[in-house]
């Protein structure tokens, strides 16, 4: 089955991609759409439409109406709904993938992987949130001074109200999905605004909570640039929280949104230690997945590698070894690079190979790249001095900088203004875990690359790299607030019999 047919049919007309509200897929009163080009033949693919601020107001509208009634549905049904939407992702997985391969250039077998693993991550929350939404806390009052035990504190979760998600471009599908199911069990509405590139995606997975049957104006998905509706949506009055994935653009938003809980996951620069008793094997397979998966285009990809000169050589010949094996080419043929995702994207990491070539870096590939297509590339030699060094390419080429003691990689990973992740590599476990204690990162991953995954693991980013954590349990904390309740009794409660 192709995209835009059979169960998605109803979601497209006359060649343009419909938006979601009020249980209905609608045409905007814009009269204008949004092109979206695919990345590797840089044609126009798919188009969506581009909402007005008061079809912003009216999907705001219906998701508060249909949040009250929805936080009263008992937490079992709202699990069997997400189940059920869960199944209908995973079956309908083929046309969803295809979406990912023309508007992101996904590699095919990553697409499908992409949506089998939301599903799971649906179906994950939902059993989560039956479990830790049904737990509170029970507290008397006698043990704090100067009480008796005549007060009784109940908590509970509630939720929160209406919740905004807006997820980046390169996982459309998974960043969607592990806020709407969060925020859906915990009893809130959920209005998305996918990416531009893997808005349509975006559409087919709203597509299938559509039926599994939500309520009515409960869920939301309004597309747009995000430059053009961004603000209108983020600094909205209807809105009660912001779940955000995505560059600097975070930074901003968190700058405008008013008093609201915010979860921001912004870029990252995955530094990758490697001290001179590793696995160099191990390092280096390491290296090449972390680094050049999906083409560079992840927050997680190792974006630095800072090696102790003594087995750098050893490692730079194994990375480039491996980097000769990798497959360049269309994402429909399941290649390991393809093109990233917008032409602005290449020009901008054409600028950082270019920085690096004008300061010395050593060139271990020839830097070739064909429209958005770039070849991966290895700079060894990088210097602090280079933009390589710092900036997040989001795209295939991996720096290495040689470092003569552990402290340096260590400092160069803290004087970073990004803090997602970072890894270690050594046999040493004492002093892999005395690194992770020095790397001031969300997460450092000992003889693994970095990476997000599993979805229930608690991810988070520090300084420029976000704000709160994510992952299935942090996510759904996240979009609830405590309520308590006190019961007040006449006399301490240990005072009859
Ligand atoms: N920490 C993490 O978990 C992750 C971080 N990232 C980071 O994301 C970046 C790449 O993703 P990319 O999609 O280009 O990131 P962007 O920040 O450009 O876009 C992210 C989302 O924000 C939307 N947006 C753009 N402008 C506004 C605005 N003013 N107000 C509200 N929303 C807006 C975009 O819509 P539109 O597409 O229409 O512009 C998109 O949906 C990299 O820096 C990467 O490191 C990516 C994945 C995971
Ligand atoms: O954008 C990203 O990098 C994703 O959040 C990473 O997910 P993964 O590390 O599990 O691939």
Known sequence: MAAGTG?????????VYKYYADGEWRTSSSGKSVTIYNPSTREAQYKVQAC??????????????????????????RAEALHKAAALLKELKDPIAECLVKEIA??????????VRSGDLISYTAEEGVRILAEGKFLVSDSFPGNDRTKLCLTSK???????????????????????????????????????????????TVQCFHRAGFPKGLISCITGKGSEIGDFLTMHPGVHCISFTG??????????AGMIPLQMELGGKDACIVLDDADIDLAAAN??????????????AVKVVLVMESVADDLVSKVNAKIAKL??????????????????????????????????????????REGNLIWPLLLDHVRPDMRIAWEEPFGPIVPVIRISSVEEGIHHCNASNFALQGCVFTRDVNKAMMISDAMETGTVQINSAPARGPDHFPFQGLRDSGIGSQGVTNSIAMMTKIKTTVINLPAPSYSMG
Do not use: M
């Not at 998605?8 to 060649?15: L, N, R, T, V, Y």
């Open 7 to 15: 169960p998605f049919e109803e979601i497209i007309d006359g060649g």
């Open 52 to 77: 007005t601020q008061e079809e912003v107001n009216k999907a705001i509208d219906s998701a508060k109406a249909a949040q009250k009634l929805w936080a009263k549905v008992p937490l079992w049904k």
């Open 106 to 115: 996904k590699p095919a077998k990553d697409a499908v992987s992409e949506v």
């Open 158 to 204: 509630i939720p929160l109200g209406v919740v905004l998600a807006i997820p980046p471009f390169n996982y459309p599908v998974n960043l969607a999905v592990s806020k709407i199911a969060p925020a859906l069990i915990a009893g809130n509405a959920i209005v998305l605004k996918p990416p531009t590139q893997g808005a349509v995606a975006g559409l087919h």
């Open 247 to 256: 560059g600097d653009t975070g930074i901003a938003i968190s700058k405008k």
């Open 287 to 300: 290296v090449v997945k972390g680094g050049f998966s999906y083409s560079g285009q992840r927050c997680t």
């Open 327 to 368: 497959k360049v080419g269309a994402p429909e043929d399941d290649c390991d690079i393809t093109a990233v995702v917008t032409e602005s994207s290449a020009n901008f990491i054409e600028g950082l190979v270019k920085d690096a070539k004008e300061k010395g870096a050593t060139f271990c590939q020839e830097y070739k």
